[in-house]
Structure formats: C-alpha cells, structure tokens
C-alpha cells in the first residue's frame, strides 16, 4: 500500500516556499528597534533589551539564546531563512563603523550577536575609567545649551548603568549644579542646602524655570528703558520753537497794536514773555503811552 504498511502516508515537510512564519513579513529591524547601537554612544542594555524582545515577538529568539531550543518541526531552509532576517535586523540597528567590525559572510545570528556582546563587555573596567573622566568634565559652557547640558549628564550616567557602574542620584545633582554658569549662582546655591536634595529631573526643571524667569525680567527691564527714554525725549521742549514766542512777546509790546488790552495781557504772563518788555510794569507803561500817542 502506497505511504506505508499501517496505511498512514509518510509526513511531508514544509517547503521554504510554501512556508509561513511571522518573522518572514520582517525585513527592516529599525520599525521595532529604534536605537542604533554604537560603540562611541554605548547604549547596549537597552538595545539588547529591545532586541531580545522584538525576537521573542516574532518566535525567533532561539536564534540569539542558546537556552531557547529550535522547534522540532521547523524545516532546516526555513531556520536558515530567518537566521538571515535576525541577522539582518542585526546589521540594520547597528553603527556603519560597528557593523564594519562584526560582518561575516558566514556568521550565523548568534555568532553576530555575541560578538558584539563581547565587544561591549569587554574592557569594562576601561570604559567605566572613561567614562568616570568624561562625567567629571562636563560643564555648562561647553553645550549649547541647559537642556544639552543636562542630557550629557544622563547620558553618561545610563551608559555607566549598563556597565554594572550606576552613578547615585544625590552625586548626579551635585555634579549639576556644580559646573554652571555664574548666572545661575543664586540657585545651585538653594539646591545644594534643600534636604534632603531634589532629583536629577526636578533640578533640571528648576533651573530652567530659573532661566526662564530672569530673560522675562530682562524683557521686561528693556520695555521700561525704552518707554522712560521716549517720555524723556517728549517732555524736553524744543530749542527752536522758544524764541519764535518770546520774539512774538516782545513784538506785540513794541508794535503797541494801539489796544491798552494788550499791556495787560502781557502783566498776567509775565513769566512766559519777560522778553517782551523787560518786565511786567515797563510793558504796561509802554503799552499806555502808545496809547495816549494815537489819541
């Protein structure tokens, strides 16, 4: 009888053509795992983290952890086909410089992956003397910025993290408001006595906060110089239209339009038009003896 004695037919495997698995519909690791591993911006435990997830996903972890065995129904094409995506998303999160040093035509998934787990963990007491130097010079001045500043902060202490090397919280506060700026004086002073000390984060906002204000008072400072200096300039009579009156003034006493009106009219300003006739009295006088010519 054909497929057998018992009848049953002989099992078929699975062609790689006909074949389907979730991971097959995966070519581009970067929708998954968003950070790309570099040796000069050392992120591994996150991006391993991410990794091994994005792997278990998609039932392909078996091909970076030994511990997770190979399913015993997978046909031999197929597994070689997805040790090729998992070694692509390899390739597609990594730096060029890193991916310079890990690629091999005939690496397999897990040789990849543990190499670039050596290349990370290796050293480790070097780069964590690196890193101790780079964490105690940085400064303010060097970034442009205070968030910049705060972020190369914790970038370093994450990076120290994944080493087994965490920096305490209370000494990454300290170190913040140690290497300001003189401007912010005044308020590293206030975050280095509250106890017990803020975190990492509300020192961050509390110094901006602090930046923020004093540029909205210097705003406003400059708004108040220039609307004193336009009252200034507005209130300052003009040196040219002066002795256009006090000629006017002196005008009407000495043409004594022949009105005895216009002596008293000068009494009542004499303060405006002193010019006019050299005093109040003398203008008076001029005023009734042109009066008294006309008659």
């Known amino acids: 009888m054909a497929g057998g004695d018992d009848g049953i037919p002989p099992p078929t495997h699975t062609t790689i053509v006909n074949a389907y698995h979730l991971a097959l519909n995966v070519t581009n690791g970067k929708a998954f795992i968003p950070l790309i591993l570099d040796v000069d911006n050392v992120q591994y435990a996150p991006w391993a983290t991410l990794f091994r997830n994005t792997a278990k996903v998609y039932i392909v972890l078996d091909h970076i952890d030994p511990k997770v065995k190979k399913p015993s129904d997978m046909d031999d094409d197929l597994w070689d086909r997805l040790d090729a995506i998992v070694l692509q998303w390899l390739y597609d999160t990594i730096s060029k410089d890193l991916l310079l040093k890990v690629l091999d035509d005939n690496a397999t998934a897990f040789e990849t992956w543990n190499l670039i787990r050596k290349i990370f963990q290796d050293n480790k007491g070097t780069r964590v003397v690196l890193l101790e130097n780079q964490f105690g010079n940085v400064r303010l001045e060097n970034y442009p910025s205070l968030d910049d500043y705060c972020q190369a902060l914790k970038n370093i202490t994450d990076k120290r993290a994944t080493m087994g090397h965490p920096v305490s919280e209370e000494r990454l506060v300290l170190q913040l408001v140690g290497k300001l700026d003189a401007e912010y004086r005044t308020i590293a002073t206030i975050i280095r006595q509250t106890n017990p000390l803020p975190s990492f984060e509300e020192a961050c906002s509390t110094l901006d906060l602090d930046m923020m204000g004093r540029l909205t008072e210097d705003d406003g400072s400059e708004n108040t110089s220039t609307t004193l200096l336009v009252a200034s300039n507005t209130a300052q009579p003009s040196t040219h239209s002066q002795p256009s009156l006090t000629h006017g003034g002196g005008g009407v006493g000495r043409g004594g339009s022949g009105k005895a009106g216009?002596?008293?009219?000068?009494?009542?300003?004499?303060?405006?038009?002193?010019?006019?006739?050299?005093?109040?009295?003398?203008?008076?006088?001029?005023?009734?003896?042109?009066?008294?010519?006309?008659?």
């Open 262 to 295: 216009g002596g008293k009219h000068h009494k009542g300003n004499n303060k405006n038009y002193s010019r006019g006739g050299g005093s109040g009295s003398n203008n008076n006088s001029g005023g009734n003896g042109q009066g008294k010519g006309q008659q």
